[in-house]
């Protein structure tokens, strides 16, 4: 079955610790991919994007991710973390294998001790 | 992002109630749809619809239905709400075309608690 997975599934880093967020998919074809995050008590709003092109993207608030077709990865990473980035991290895939509709992993929970 | 608002904020209802959770938007998209959120689980998609008269299942549409009412409009119902149920329940929507193409915007959610 076509599938998100975020091995990660609780983080906890320190100020000014690197960060790396696995997400591996399963889709064949043509994808798009996303990263999602949600703030305590927050929607979930856009981080970064993919749909074609350079396959490192850059994102708001210093993130990024890269995406590895042979692996079928799409991790994201942030050199340098803050407290304020605290918060529920979702990839998200669509295929056009899969109807264009989007699939989220099961999320990674982060926090970051100040 | 107060473009997608969803009401109530927060619900606690008992098994066999009929709930409907509303969601309005002002983006101007033609497509909506509805997740709910589980621990561990991510987003599962329950319906979407990509026009007024286009409703489809998604994963997990047993036990929910829903009603376009206009194009800003998209609610959802709990005919006979269950335990297992109880999540936290998003609207989101997205345009087919233009700079947003494919991203999804999202409400702030609905917590639903069933006993």
């Known amino acids: 079955a076509q599938s998100v997975s975020q091995h990660n599934h609780h983080v906890i880093l320190s100020e000014a610790a690197s960060l790396e967020l696995g997400c591996n998919y399963s889709y064949g074809g043509t994808v798009n991919l996303f990263w999602y995050v949600q703030y305590p008590g927050q929607h979930l709003q856009l981080l970064l994007k993919?749909?074609?092109?350079?396959?490192l993207v850059k994102g708001i608030k210093g993130f990024e991710a890269e995406f590895i077709k042979s692996k079928f990865s799409f991790n994201l990473r942030k050199p340098s973390v803050q407290w304020s980035d605290t918060a529920e991290y979702f990839c998200a895939v669509k295929s056009n294998n899969a109807g264009n509709m989007l699939t989220f992993g099961g999320g990674t929970r982060l926090m970051v001790k100040p | 992002d107060a473009d997608v608002t969803q009401t109530p904020r927060n619900r606690i209802t008992k098994t066999g109630k009929r709930i409907m959770l509303e969601c309005s938007q002002t983006k101007g998209h033609d497509r909506m749809y509805w997740y709910r959120q589980d621990p561990g689980l991510g987003l599962r998609l329950i319906y979407y619809?990509?026009?007024?008269?286009?409703?489809n299942k998604g994963e997990i549409s047993d036990g929910y239905s829903v009603s376009r009412q206009a194009q800003a409009k998209f609610s959802l119902s709990l005919e006979s709400a269950i335990p297992n149920q109880t999540a936290l329940y998003f609207c989101a929507t997205s345009d087919h075309q233009g700079a947003s193409y494919n991203e999804q915007f999202f409400g702030p959610g609905t917590r639903l608690t069933v006993l």
């Open positions: 993919y749909f074609s092109g350079d396959p």
């Open positions: 619809s990509f026009d007024v008269k286009d409703i």
